[in-house]
């Protein structure tokens, strides 16, 4: 369970969203370099995936995962609680069936049970309210629908102090550390099954593919 001091979380929120602004016109260059990745990443995800699907997706940065796993489903809303960053991720290309809006993953506008899939990638970590996240992700989500939370997992592997830091000096804000065990108990106290987890090495962390099921 997460406690906040309602004060600081507030203070928290609003300095998140301002440096996302700020960073955005520079992330898609910024991600540049974890391509591989990303790439390993949709290859995960993308056998699940079939043109049947709706598939909501939060926190989508500038389309680093829109634009290669849309076209496996019939339709896919990118999101972001950031407005530069869905202004840079629509610089990028128009799809059919994939629509670029601004939403806050912790207080959704879709009615209950819309959703075949969610898609959160990277994001949960550095969210002030990942339960809130997840709360409203369980909500939207229809009966048995499926989860693909692909997370950096700092506590896998080597600690690098270090590059937290630095990260932290220049805004990276991190608020949830996991190693891949308390990242399975954290997605399962909100209504899920573990389908699948691998971890994917080659970035700033290891990444926890986290594919579950809602079984509420």
Known sequence: MIIYIKGVLTVSIKNNKKFWDKFAKLYNAFIKKDKKVYDKICGNICHYLNKDMNILELACGSGQLSFSLSRYTKSWIATDFSE????????????????????????????????????????????????????????????????????????????????????????????????????????????FSVVEMKLIYGGLAPVGVMIAKSVT
């Not at 989500?141 to 937290?164: D, Y």
């Not at 949830?176 to 399975?184: C, M």
């Open 84 to 191: 530069q960053m869905i202004v840079e991720a629509r610089k990028r290309g128009k799809y059919k069936n994939l629509t670029f809006e601004i939403a806050d993953a912790t207080s959704l506008s879709f009615a209950d049970g819309k959703f075949d899939c969610v898609v959160i990638a990277n994001a949960l970590h550095i969210m002030p309210k990942p339960d809130e996240a997840m709360k409203e992700i369980s909500r939207v989500l229809k009966s048995n629908g499926i989860l693909f939370a692909p997370t950096f997992l700092w506590k896998e592997g080597k600690q690098r102090k270090i590059i937290k830091m630095i990260m932290s000096i220049l805004g990276f804000k991190m608020y949830q550390e996991w190693n891949k065990k308390q990242f399975e108990e954290f997605i399962e106290e909100y209504g």
